[in-house]
């Protein structure tokens, strides 16, 4: 059978830097302060500016072609550095997977679908969007490896964005959401706060290479609703006005988040060390989702894991959703940290949304 493994990664983060002051100013609920009491995040990265006065989203000038500027771009920015790393053509990649929940456009796995096309890929190479958020990466690339492994397909392509900086609407996401009526509501300013713009890309092969391969792999589900977002579909269509300003807004359940990151983040770092000789001990590199710097900080106390050796730029970037593992993963690369072909150890898991969670265990 062919071994799953990782022979390039690649990301893309805008170089726009936003701060807890401008984007407390735009979405009123907490103190810049406050932001980096509760979330340890200092500043996030966005593609797109935004108006402070009005707190709505500056999309770029009509007719001008300016790159990259939408979830495509941040894509394809990706994708091409993990091809390079990999030293492989895009005609060589069968299959191109694109995990997001922020694409350019809704139907039809539009982003995959283009980036596809200015890749040049193969016509009959699979190009597809899955509609995940957090935990869909590990969910993804855990398909991938059986695929792989399977022999029915060699190469395949694991790209993951998160585009925030379009959604930013003061009224959408300081509007109130219940989602069980008479009870307590959600707004969606803490989103803004926390969520930012990137892209990753991670390029997957099934043959007899060591390098990079993929000593153990796991994904489950689970069905706690840890974001909202009702809005949308046919049930709550806008047009309709079946769906409120609120509903359309992705509004992160605080208290749940606290409450079960820590716990379903274990139990993926268990189940994926569970069939392999190895503990946690012996990783030299964890590339988590980090929903925040607070809530990933007590994850690591509380599996009593070297912080040191947890990779992490949340209070940087913010949280980049699906995009976040790769992203570390890649800088980490960049950096020299880790190397393909180096024999490191290294741990990659995430949970996220209503649950997708995975994990995947890996020698450089």
Request: charged share 20%; aromatic share 8%; net charge negative.
């Amino acid at each position: 059978m062919a071994n799953a493994r990782v022979i390039g990664v690649g990301h893309f983060v805008p170089q726009r830097i936003v701060s807890n002051e401008r984007i407390a100013k735009a979405i009123p609920g907490w103190s810049a302060e406050r932001i980096l009491e509760k979330t340890g995040i200092r500043e996030r990265r966005f593609l797109w500016d935004f108006d402070e006065k009005t707190g709505v989203a500056i999309p770029p000038p009509e007719g001008e072609r300016l790159y990259p500027i939408t979830n495509s771009d941040m894509c394809e920015v990706a994708a091409r550095n993990a091809l390079a790393m990999a030293d492989v053509s895009p005609s060589s990649v069968d299959a191109l997977l694109v995990v997001t929940c922020t694409p350019d456009e809704l139907n039809f796995s539009h982003d995959a679908m283009e980036l596809h096309a200015r890749l040049g890929m193969r016509r009959d190479a699979y190009a597809m969007v899955i509609d995940d958020g957090c935990g869909g990466t590990p969910y993804v690339i855990d398909l991938a490896k059986k695929m792989l492994e399977s022999g029915a397909l060699k190469t395949v392509m694991v790209v993951a964005s998160a585009f925030t900086s379009p959604l930013v609407n003061r009224q959408t996401y300081t509007a109130e959401f219940a989602p069980v009526a008479g009870e307590k509501g959600f707004s969606g300013f803490l989103s803004m706060y926390v969520f930012g713009d990137a892209a990753g890309a991670i390029v997957l092969r099934g043959d007899a290479g060591a390098a990079g391969r993929i000593v153990s792999s796991m994904s489950m589900n689970s069905h706690e609703e840890l974001v909202f977002r009702r809005g949308g579909g046919s049930l709550k269509h806008v047009h309709q006005h079946r769906a409120s300003d609120a509903e359309l807004a992705f509004i992160v359940n605080g208290p749940l988040v606290a409450r079960d990151y820590p716990r379903v983040m274990g139990e993926c770092v268990s189940e994926v060390l569970s069939s392999t000789p190895f503990t946690s001990a012996d990783v030299q590199r964890f590339y988590f989702h980090q929903p925040n710097r607070r809530v990933l900080d007590l994850f690591v106390r509380q599996a009593e894991l070297a912080a040191d050796r947890v990779a992490i730029n949340v209070d940087r970037y913010g949280n980049t959703s699906a995009a976040g593992m790769l992203v570390l993963f890649s800088e980490d690369l960049q950096a020299g940290t880790v190397k393909l072909g180096g024999e490191q150890l290294v741990l990659l898991a995430a949970v996220g949304a209503n649950v997708h969670a995975g994990a995947q265990l890996l020698f450089t």
